[in-house]
Structures are given as structure tokens and as C-alpha cells.
């Protein structure tokens, strides 16, 4: 453990990272979260699956994904997954959490590697790859031997976010999605966000702190932005979306964001179970090497998947 924590970058200091620093730090850290030595953190794949990078075009730009498949044949239920991390991640950190989903539900799953956070990219734009990722894979479900009517979305943090304005989106598309699972879910990017009790009570934790958050809001919402149109906490209709399953750690600045979404789709009609982790930190469902709470999640998040995509 402690050779792979001398492995990771320091953080800058977030009031006053450049550019340049933070494509520094945001290369090295990636490194190490998909190389082999930070699986004693980040878990050992489901031998169940195979794990390839493709490449998907979309309009305008073709994207990286991490896709993951089960040993079984014939169309598969579909999961567009969303790493977390924001300005700094990668889909291959999640690859524990993933392989395990291919090959126990079992499905196809497609993790975007969607494009990171910085001064010139707002998140506007990895809102789009995770909607445009979603799309094409369904509009494309022979190619990827997927069955289109059973299709799920799923987010950690920064893609909780993307994952359920996708199933927003989804609703207003008519694609007919079977299910959402967002954890950790940063659904609030407003100065709203301040506010709540978990923002205080856990303002620096060792895998999120309020400096941090701030560094992404900046990044997040250029200047003259709308920061509601890309907080799905403030979407003017939550009704009729998709079956929802909120993971939240307790120990997690933004905790209180999952608790009041869960909320909010409940009030509207759209069935939404909240699942609280205790002791759990930001980021636990990606280092189940460190918090044991990864591992029922898991079990939790597959029977809720299993019980929506079946047939």
C-alpha cells in the first residue's frame, strides 16, 4: 500500500494550479490508477470478462471506450458507465466494479472516456460524450450485439452527474432506458452546493475536500454559464425516467447532493431507492482495495441492475 501511495502525484494547490500543472498532474495520476501495481486499491478484474479499448465516432470526434464483456453470447442487456474524477480519471480505474457487472448480470458494459475538465473543455462537453456514447451504442445495438429495449446507465461523482442528465435526456429522446445508478453523485454545481450540512461537515476528507470542489466549479461553469441546465438537481421534470438506485457514502462532502436527488425524482414519481454506506468516503465504489463497503455496493448495484434488465 505504501509503495503505491509514493506511486501517486501530490496534489497542487487547488486556488493556484496552471494549466500546465494540472495536465501534469492529471497524466501522472491516471497512470497510476490504470496501471496494475494500483489494483491492490482499485481491485483485480472479474476473469468473467474480457476488457478492450474501441473507438467510437461520433460527430465531430471520435471517443475512447472501455468495454467489457461476459463470457455469454447473444444480445446482452446494455450499461453506459461514467468514471468519476472530472477533470482528472479514467475508465480503467473502475475496472473491478465493471468486469464484475459483464459478467454476473451478465452485459455488455461500456465505460465513456469521456473528455476531462479544464480550462478550455467545461463540463458541458463530457455531458455530451456520456449522452452521444449512450446514443450511438443504442442506435448501433447490432454492431455491439446489445439488446436496445434493456439499457441502464451508470455513474460515479462527476459521472453520476453526466449519467443522470443522460437519462433526462433519454426521456425527452424516447430512448427508453430500464435503469439508473448513481453514486456519489455530484448533482448540484450552483453556489447552492455550499450549503449543505455534508459540505461542512466533511469540508476535507482524504478523497474529496472543498478546495477541490471549488478547483472543478471553476472549471466546470465558465463565466456566463447556466450552472442549473447541467445540475440535474434543478431539471424542471423528473417525472418518468428511469428506475433509479442512489448509492451515497455518508462520509462524502457532497453526500447531502445524492440524498436530495433521491428526493426530488421520489416527489416526481419516478421510483428511487437511496442506499447510504457508513464510514464510506468519496470514491469508495473504486477502491474496494481500501473500503470494505465497495464489495456489498457491488452486490447491491448488480441485484438492482439484474432485477431492472432482466427480461
Known sequence: ???????????????????????????????????????????????????????VALTGRELPVRVYRPLAAGALPLVIHVHGGAFVGTAAQCDWVNSHLAAHLPAVVVSVEHRLIDWETPLSAAVDDGWDVLRHVVEHAGTWDIDPARVAVFGESGGGLISALAAIRARRAGLGLRAQVLVNPAVDVTSTAWTYDSMT??????????????????????????A???????ADDLNGLAPALVVVPT???????????????????TPARLSEYPEAGHGFLSMPGMAPQATPARAEIVAFLRECLGE
Open 228 to 234: 442549473r441546465a447541467l445540475s440535474p438537481l434543478y
Open 251 to 269: 462520509c462524502d462532502p457532497i453526500a447531502d447532493h445524492g440524498r436530495r436527488y433521491a428526493e426530488r425524482l421520489q416527489a416526481a414519481g
Open 201 to 226: 461537515q466533511y469540508a476535507d476528507t482524504p478523497t474529496l475536500s472543498v478546495p477541490l470542489l471549488r478547483f472543478f466549479q471553476r472549471l466546470a461553469i465558465p463565466e456566463g454559464a447556466d
Open 1 to 55: 500500500m505504501n509503495d503505491i501511495t509514493a506511486m501517486r502525484p501530490a496534489q497542487p494547490d487547488w486556488s493556484t494550479v496552471t494549466a500546465e500543472e494540472l495536465i501534469a498532474y492529471r497524466d501522472a495520476e491516471n497512470r497510476v490508477r490504470a496501471s496494475t501495481a494500483a489494483r491492490v486499491i482499485t481491485g483485480e478484474p472479474d476473469p468473467g470478462a474480457t476488457i478492450s479499448w474501441q473507438q
